[in-house]
């Protein structure tokens, strides 16, 4: 259904009682991924969200969609255009585990875009931060229990490298540093904001962001490593999970453009499979994949 016709459905649930169901935020909506799903493309093996509890549609592929075509909006809008062009609002695919800005009117037909919908009640302070700066180079989230390194790895690397890099790390005299899971990146988004909007991290100010210069030569920043594995692909556990505070580039045209939105979730292969010093790009918009990317440490409080 389309956004519109979701907030009809959810005055009728909230008529019935009880009258506090709403559109979950992108952080809520998020929380029900698992990553023991996996995917084969644009086919779905095993889908990424608990089917003990919470039925999960396909893509109908008689209509002519993918099976990954069954996408679930959220509340959070995307603070800027994708495509350069489409006003967005953020959602999860629960069919090949990933996160990014949709288009609120279809590009091909200009009508309002329809996406599947799981309503939410409870907890109004989920994914709200209490972030303290403890001035040794750490950020602690107090509404987390984590806490973070202050500044990034300042240097891209690929995901083995990335874990040993956080397994070395003394920051702050902690030695219990290592890479996040992608639920506890993701924590660090702030969905209000975007890189192209104000050339600015979409993140607390708190955090040090290096920046990279891109393959058509403009400044942004880098993507950063996850721990968590993406199955997907004929080579399963190849691909890893990154989250994007910058822009989530894309070349689906003749050039580089922010396809996805800043706090979209993406993944690159672990490692590089051969000579790539020309930039690569896949997919059907054309996805820059960099797989050395940056690496932002974590460790649980005690």
Not at 119 to 147: C, Q, W
Not at 238 to 247: D, E, P, R, W
Not at 267 to 278: F, L
Request: contains cysteine; positive net charge; proline residues 5%.
């Amino acid at each position: 259904m389309t956004f519109d016709q979701a907030q009809l459905a959810l005055q009728e649930l909230n008529r019935k009682g009880p009258a506090d169901w709403r559109i979950p935020t992108v952080k809520e909506l998020y929380s029900l991924v698992q990553y023991s799903g996996q995917v084969f493309g644009d086919k779905s093996v095993r889908l990424f969200i608990d089917t003990n509890y919470f039925e999960q549609p396909l893509g109908n592929v008689f209509l002519g969609e993918r099976e990954i075509d069954a996408q679930v909006w959220s509340a959070t809008l995307f603070n800027g255009l994708t495509m350069g062009r489409d006003r967005s609002r953020f959602g999860v695919n629960f069919v090949d585990g990933r996160a990014k800005a949709y288009p609120i009117l279809d590009p091909r037909s200009g009508l309002p875009t329809k996406m599947y919908f799981r309503f939410v009640r409870g907890n109004p302070m989920y994914g709200k931060n209490h972030f303290r700066d403890n001035e040794d180079r750490t950020i602690s989230d107090l509404a987390t229990g984590l806490m973070w390194q202050q500044e990034d790895s300042r240097l891209g690397m690929n995901w083995k490298h990335a874990l040993t890099y956080c397994r070395q790390q003394t920051t702050g005299s902690f030695r219990d540093w290592r890479m996040p899971s992608v639920k506890e990146l993701q924590t660090l988004v702030d969905y209000s904001a975007s890189f192209q909007v104000n050339a600015q991290p979409a993140a607390s100010s708190l955090f040090r962001f290096s920046k990279i210069t891109t393959p058509d030569l403009k400044t942004d920043l880098p993507y950063y490593w996850t721990g968590t594995t993406l199955l997907d692909g004929p080579v399963v556990g190849k691909m890893a999970l990154y989250v994007v505070f910058g822009s989530a580039l894309a070349r689906p045209f003749s050039s580089l453009i922010d396809a996805h939105g800043s706090g979209a979730i993406r993944s690159d292969p672990k490692t590089k499979s051969g000579n790539e010093d020309q930039p690569v790009y896949f997919g059907p918009q054309g996805d820059l994949q960099i797989v050395d990317n940056f690496v932002r440490c974590v460790r649980r409080m005690r």
